[in-house]
């Protein structure tokens, strides 16, 4: 004859299951990741328009191809851009990142072109150089209206930078120069040059070629230790906020026989070799994050 449970037992043999549903119902949620938190509308909206420069008409195949190497959203999301503030680009070259920060910035803050100027150098090819730097950006800036009517050139003395009137700017930002200013001696100026215009809690946005460790400074590979980069900027009164990773390229071995400048874009290598480089892709690059105290 089959007995009945008893009552206890009963209530023991449920309970017991209730407890291992409510393990597996725990386990269940903490092995499922929580969901990302909603955007809010201004942030979408900065998103949507930073996702529609990318996509804009006047950026050049060649640029264009180069955002799987530069991350230009990811980027200037990391450096905390936002739509209406003052960001002054450090010596900007061609205008890769200036045709990105000029229309982003048009309607509500303002991009400011740090560029050297001529007249501070002495005549040769150094001051040529410049010339034709400033005269390409100027022209490019006067044959797009529409996109760079609200954009500025600030020119700076590199003996004795200074980049517009101090705590102005709300974000610097400058990719691959600090290997010439160590080559050229002018580092330290530059990175106080950058805490001056900064407002209080502004932000330095730094992306550079790395090496493998501290390099001399007149090492010609155009990489830079990042260790070395974080303590010119730590020198100059900064504080490190954050790095990230999202220019990292792990199959750069960083001894090229013409330094970075032997993979792309420079591509300054035997022609036999263009299949080996163009695998490596650009270099791998620091992406780093300080922030100007703010006052107490």
């Known amino acids: 004859m089959r007995r009945t449970p008893s009552f206890p037992s009963t209530l023991a043999t449920s309970l017991l299951a ?6 597996a119902l725990s386990a269940t949620a903490a092995d499922t990741p929580p969901a990302p938190p909603a955007q809010t509308e201004p942030a979408a909206a900065a998103d949507a328009a930073m996702q529609a420069i990318l996509a804009g008409e006047w950026r050049s195949e060649e640029n264009r191809a180069r955002d799987v190497y530069r991350h230009p959203a990811e980027t200037l999301s990391f450096f ?21 920060l ?5 309607k509500d803050g ?4 740090a ?20 005269d390409g950006l100027e022209k490019m800036f006067a044959d797009a209206p529409t996109r760079f009517d609200a954009a500025t050139i600030v020119a700076y003395d590199p003996a004795a930078p200074k980049f517009g009137e101090p705590g102005t700017a709300d974000l610097v930002v400058t990719f691959r120069n600090v290997h010439n200013w160590r080559g050229s001696g002018q580092a330290e100026g530059m990175f106080k040059g950058f805490f001056d215009v900064l407002k209080p809690g502004g932000v330095l946005g730094v992306v550079e070629h790395r090496a ?15 260790a070395q980069v974080i303590a ?10 954050a790095k990230s990773e999202v220019n990292a390229n792990p199959k750069d071995t960083k001894d090229h026989p013409n330094g970075v ?4 874009p420079g591509n300054n290598h035997d022609a036999a070799d263009a299949e080996k480089y163009q695998a490596i892709g650009e270099s791998d690059r620091m992406t780093l994050r300080f922030v100007k105290p703010a006052r107490e």
């Open 261 to 264: 400048w032997t993979l792309p």
């Open 102 to 106: 000029a229309p982003y910035l048009r």
């Open 18 to 23: 209730l407890a291992l549903a409510s393990a």
């Open 232 to 241: 010119m900027a730590e020198a100059a009164g900064f504080e490190l906020d």
């Open 80 to 100: 905390g851009l936002k739509p209406d503030q003052t960001v002054v680009e450090i010596t900007p070259g061609g205008g890769w990142y200036a045709e990105i």
């Open 212 to 226: 493998k460790a501290d390099v001399p400074a007149d090492d010609r590979s155009g990489y830079v230790g990042e």
């Open 110 to 113: 303002n991009y400011v072109a």
């Open 115 to 134: 560029i050297v100027d001529p007249a501070a150098l002495p005549e040769g090819r150094g001051r040529d150089y410049q010339q034709r730097g400033r």
